[in-house]
T-cell receptor, first 115, second 115 residues
Framework: NAGVMQNPRHLVRRRGQEARLRCSPM?????VYWYRQLPEEGLKFMVY????????ESGMPKERFSAEFPKEGPSILRIQQVVRGDSAAYFC?????????????FGNGTRLTVT | KQEVTQIPAALSVPEGENLVLNCSFT??????LQWFRQDPGKGLTSLLL?????REQTSGRLNASLDKSSGRSTLYIAASQPGDSATYLC??????????????FGGGTRLMVKP
């Protein structure tokens, strides 16, 4: 049973380009969460999605950032017109549906470097 | 707004020592608390999850306690080994039903166990 899969592991973009980060949740999980970890800082919540729905995007910057979790395929975090301050590790986590005590399972992250 | 603080930020101990990592949170309305381990350049591995109704959880050499009323949790590592060197993160899940498995993280404790 594969865990949470994120790709790419490393992504280098020049300022102004677009970054697309992908996350495939664990099998059977329908809830996806994106977190960002800036250098030397803790993880900060960005967005919580269920299939075809954004449940909470309170931690995501209002501009340039968007996320989706389509009916088929992985969840995508998209950053348009990247700037140097977007350089960070972006982690995806998943959990099953239902309000339960299951732990959150994290992927290995995508490390974005903006040059 | 929930805030999670971890003390100390960094800790260096000789192999074999027992040690305690501290986590405090400002809002006691939590559903559960999780301790994670993060190795450099890697994702997060869930170590222990304590439900709000529980006082402690144990797994091997690890023991986590929770005092919800005072907003504190500790992670006790017995007989530390060099392989325990990593960053340890605590995170709380809110009681709010609509929040899913959204977690608020502390800044982490960077542990180095010297041989």
């Amino acid at each position: 049973n594969a865990g949470v899969m994120q790709n790419p592991r490393h992504l280098v973009r020049r300022r102004g380009q677009e970054a697309r980060l992908r996350c495939s949740p664990m099998k059977g999980h329908s809830h996806v969460y994106w977190y960002r970890q800036l250098p030397e800082e803790g993880l900060k919540f960005m967005v919580y999605l269920q299939k075809e729905n954004i449940i909470d995007e309170s931690g995501m910057p209002k501009e340039r950032f968007s996320a989706e979790f389509p009916k088929e395929g992985p969840s995508i975090l998209r950053i348009q017109q990247v700037v140097r301050g977007d350089s960070a590790a972006y982690f995806c986590a998943s959990s099953p549906a239902g309000y339960n005590n299951s732990p959150l399972h994290f992927g290995n992250g995508t490390r974005l470097t903006v040059t | 707004k929930q805030e999670v603080t971890q003390i100390p930020a960094a800790l260096s101990v000789p192999e074999g020592e027992n040690l305690v990592l501290n986590c405090s949170f400002t809002d006691s309305a939590i559903y559960n608390l999780q301790w994670f381990r993060q190795d450099p350049g890697k994702g997060l591995t869930s170590l222990l999850l304590i439900q709000s109704s529980q006082r402690e959880q144990t797994s091997g050499r690890l023991n986590a306690s929770l005092d919800k009323s005072s907003g504190r949790s500790t992670l006790y590592i017995a007989a530390s080994q060099p392989g325990d060197s990593a960053t340890y993160l605590c995170a709380v899940r809110p009681l709010n039903n609509n929040a899913g498995n959204m977690l608020t993280f502390g800044g982490g404790t960077r542990l180095m166990v010297k041989p």
